[in-house]
Structures are given as C-alpha cells and as structure tokens.
C-alpha cells in the first residue's frame, strides 16, 4: 500500500501516511481559525505622496523658470496641466493600491491580501512558520513614521528574499504596529 497523496510506503492500513495526515490535520486547523485580531493595510496619503514625489514639483518649478525667461504664457499653462496630470496619475496608483493591500492577523495565522488591475494575490502564513519581521523605512517614510514591513517566512533569507513571505508597503504608525504585530505572533 502506498500513501494517496506522497506516494510513501504504509506500514498501516489506510490511505494516507501519518505526515499527510498531520498535515491535512493541521490545514483544517488553520481553516477553522476565522476570528480576527488584527489588520494592517498600506496607508494613502496625499500629503505623503507629494512629499515622496518633491522632485516633480523640482522639475516643474525649474521648467517655470525657463519659460518665464523664454515669456510664454501657453506655456506656462501647458506645464501646470502636465504637472496636474502627473500627480493625478501618481496619486490615483497609489490610492489603489492602499485599497487593495492588506494583512489580517487571526489567532494562528496572516493572510496578505494584493490586488491590483489584474492581479490577485493570497497568501496564508502560519505564525510558527514566520521568521522575522523587518521594517524599512526611506528618508520621506522615517518623517511621517510610515515604514515597509517584511514578513519573511521559515526557509528565507531575512533581508534577501520574500519566498512564501510578503511586505507591505507604508504601514502606518509602524513603531507601535510593530510591537503589536510581534506581540500577536508570539515573536520577539
Ligand atoms: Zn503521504
């Protein structure tokens, strides 16, 4: 007799090997495990936003100049409506992905959530299968306390690779988010 599902050689009667079956046992644990503790999404902000992309308003307070210089008034309106368009595109990105980014935290586990245009992502981690959590933060992020978290799961190399793991992106309040995630997991 084989097992159904590896292949292995039984030593008992049955269908399956004692491994899968620990493991059927164990992911039907995980589906009964509904209740949610915790929620962490990826934060929008205008304010943010315009402090991260300051180059645009660089690039277009330069072209200003030049054009004030050279005197034309089309122009001048010509590059307001580009910056205008520019900052709607970024912004509009950004909001939907904010919308469609989120972690929630249940008693044994996370699931991440990612969707954006035509992409859908699920990802379940067991908290015993997590191995660290690294914030990130960029020079404008350490400003609004906005950081990148990264769930790396058992088997990844902290800081390398995200195999199994996940990140989100501009978690707000991420000191504090921080400990309480740590604290929910049981990691610290
Ligand atoms: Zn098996």
Do not use: H
Not at 5 to 25: M, P, V
Not at 29 to 42: A, C, G, S, T, Y
Not at 135 to 144: L, V
């Amino acid at each position: 007799m084989k097992c159904k599902i590896c292949g292995a050689e039984l030593k008992k009667e049955g269908d399956i090997c004692t491994n899968c079956y620990k493991a059927y046992k164990e992911e039907e644990e995980l589906k009964k495990d509904v209740k949610e503790v915790f929620k962490i999404k990826r934060k929008y902000s205008i304010a943010f936003e315009i402090a991260k992309n300051a180059w645009v308003f660089v690039i277009f307070i330069l072209s200003s100049l030049i054009c004030l210089t050279a005197g034309g008034i089309l122009e001048e309106l010509l590059l307001i409506l580009i910056l205008g368009a520019v900052l709607g595109v970024i912004l509009f990105i950004d909001k939907r992905l904010a919308m469609g980014t989120q972690a929630v935290f249940y008693e044994k586990k996370v699931v991440y959530t990612f969707k954006f245009l035509f992409i859908n992502t699920t990802k379940t981690v067991k908290y015993s299968d997590l191995r660290d959590i690294t914030p990130f933060q960029g020079f404008t992020q350490k400003r609004f306390d906005y950081a990148d978290l990264c769930f790396y799961a058992k088997g990844t190399i902290p800081g390398v690779n995200l195999l199994n793991g996940f990140q989100i992106k501009n978690v707000e309040n991420a000191t504090e988010i921080l400990e309480i995630i740590k604290e929910v997991i049981g990691l610290s």
